[in-house]
C-alpha cells in the first residue's frame, strides 16, 4: 500500500497495481537521463506542459525502481499501462504532484 507522505503512488502497471515512488536516487537517475542537470532543470523541462513519450518512461521507470520494482525502461516501454497513453500521461502527473506537491 503506498504511503502518500512518502511521496508514493499506486499505479496498475503491466497487469499489476505497483508503488512508484521519485526516491532521491530516483530523482538523480531522472536527472542524469533527462539531461536536466539539476532539480530546478528538471522543474523547467515539464514546466511548460510538453512531455514526450521518452520523458514517460523515464519518469515513470525512476518511479517504478525507486518504489522497489526491478524493471527496465525497456521492459516498462513493452508493458500495458492502464488507460493507455492517457492513463501514463496520468501516473506521471501524480507521481510528479506526490513529489513536489501541487504546483499551482
Same mark, same amino acid.
Given at each position: 500500500?503506498?504511503? #502518500?507522505? %512518502?511521496? =508514493? #503512488? !499506486? !499505479? =496498475?502497471?503491466g497487469g499489476e497495481t505497483r508503488v512508484l515512488c521519485?526516491? +532521491?536516487? !530516483?530523482?538523480a537517475e531522472l536527472e542524469a537521463r533527462l539531461g536536466a542537470g539539476d532539480l530546478a532543470g528538471l522543474a523547467q523541462r515539464f514546466a511548460g506542459g510538453k512531455i514526450s513519450a %521518452? &520523458? +514517460?518512461t523515464a519518469i515513470i521507470? /525512476?518511479?517504478l525502481r525507486g518504489g522497489g520494482n526491478t524493471i527496465? &525502461? &525497456?521492459d @516498462? !516501454?513493452?508493458?500495458s499501462v492502464e488507460g493507455? @497513453? %492517457?492513463? /501514463? /500521461? =496520468? #501516473?506521471a502527473v501524480r507521481l510528479l504532484q506526490a513529489t513536489f506537491g501541487e504546483v499551482a
Open positions: 500500500m503506498p504511503n #502518500i507522505h %512518502r511521496g =508514493e #503512488i !499506486a !499505479a =496498475e502497471i521519485l526516491t +532521491l536516487g !530516483a530523482l %521518452r &520523458d +514517460l521507470g /525512476a518511479g527496465s &525502461d &525497456d @516498462l !516501454a513493452q508493458m493507455g @497513453l %492517457r492513463g /501514463a /500521461a =496520468e #501516473i
